[in-house]
């Protein structure tokens, strides 16, 4: 960050129209719940460099109400339009949830989660891309070695919307589904258990 990027931070900390407006933010967040401007704050919060507590609280909230919605959407047998932006919010912060545990070696936390996400997603790239995810773990790699073999992350583009995804890595999606095969074949046999389980609950 050069001098002038700096002076431009701590002139924003000072500012108390930019300050007020974070604070409206965060009651609009509370008020409407919303996962989509919680994501709006922590990133201004980010930037403003504010302490480790206040980011953890509002990213709770972020994780804490995408898993509330995400039951509702299990619940009701829908499936996330990612065309609406915080529906698109929810899915996002799942997902970092999901990569999260699977950095933390939860292995079957972190795929239980890529395979949620690929049975209530529409998007076929997204889908694939969260199969392949599922696929990954259940093979044995590692996230670094996720990361460093079968993930391209420097095809990333920062300003495509979908760059909080990895949906682009070494082979084709389909080659990679192929090598999978029989982890993918489990995956979809786990969640038609769990969705035969769901129903049993729900009777």
Same mark, same amino acid.
């Given at each position: 960050?050069?001098?002038?990027?700096?002076?431009?931070?701590?002139?924003?900390?000072?500012?108390?129209?930019?300050?007020?407006?974070?604070?409206?933010?965060?009651?609009?967040?509370?008020?409407?719940?919303?996962?989509?401007?919680?994501?709006?704050?922590?990133?201004?919060?980010?930037?403003?460099?504010?302490?480790?507590?206040?980011?953890?609280?509002?990213?709770?909230?972020?994780?804490?109400?995408?898993?509330?919605?995400?039951?509702?959407?299990?619940?009701?047998?829908?499936?996330?339009? *990612?065309?609406?932006?915080?529906?698109?919010?929810?899915?996002?912060?799942?997902?970092?949830?999901?990569?999260?545990?699977?950095?933390?070696?939860?292995?079957?936390?972190?795929?239980?989660?890529?395979?949620?996400?690929?049975?209530?997603?529409?998007?076929?790239?997204?889908?694939?891309?969260?199969?392949?995810?599922?696929?990954?773990?259940?093979?044995?790699?590692?996230?670094?070695?996720?990361?460093?073999?079968?993930?391209?992350?420097?095809?990333?583009?920062?300003?495509?919307?979908?760059?909080?995804?990895?949906?682009?890595?070494?082979?084709?999606?389909?080659?990679?589904?192929? *090598?999978?095969?029989?982890?993918?074949?489990?995956?979809?046999?786990?969640?038609?258990? *769990?969705?035969?389980?769901?129903?049993?609950?729900?009777?």
């Amino acid at each position: 960050m050069n001098e002038e990027e700096q002076i431009d931070l701590e002139a924003l900390k000072k500012d108390p129209e930019f300050q007020e407006n974070l604070r409206l933010l965060e009651k609009e967040m509370k008020s409407q719940r919303s996962i989509a401007k919680g994501y709006q704050l922590l990133d201004a919060k980010l930037l403003m460099e504010e302490d480790g507590e206040t980011i953890d609280e509002i990213f709770t909230f972020i994780v804490n109400e995408a898993f509330d919605r995400l039951a509702q959407t299990l619940s009701e047998e829908k499936k996330f339009d *990612m065309s609406d932006p915080e529906q698109w919010a929810t899915v996002r912060a799942i997902y970092e949830h999901g990569i999260q545990r699977y950095s933390e070696k939860d292995i079957k936390g972190a795929r239980e989660i890529f395979l949620i996400l690929y049975y209530t997603v529409t998007e076929e790239e997204l889908r694939d891309a969260f199969m392949i995810h599922a696929a990954a773990v259940a093979a044995g790699h590692d996230f670094d070695s996720f990361i460093e073999n079968l993930a391209d992350v420097k095809s990333i583009n920062p300003n495509d919307a979908t760059a909080f995804f990895i949906t682009s890595f070494v082979q084709p999606n389909d080659i990679l589904l192929q *090598m999978f095969a029989k982890e993918v074949a489990e995956g979809k046999e786990l969640l038609a258990k *769990m969705e035969e389980h769901s129903k049993k609950s729900e009777e």
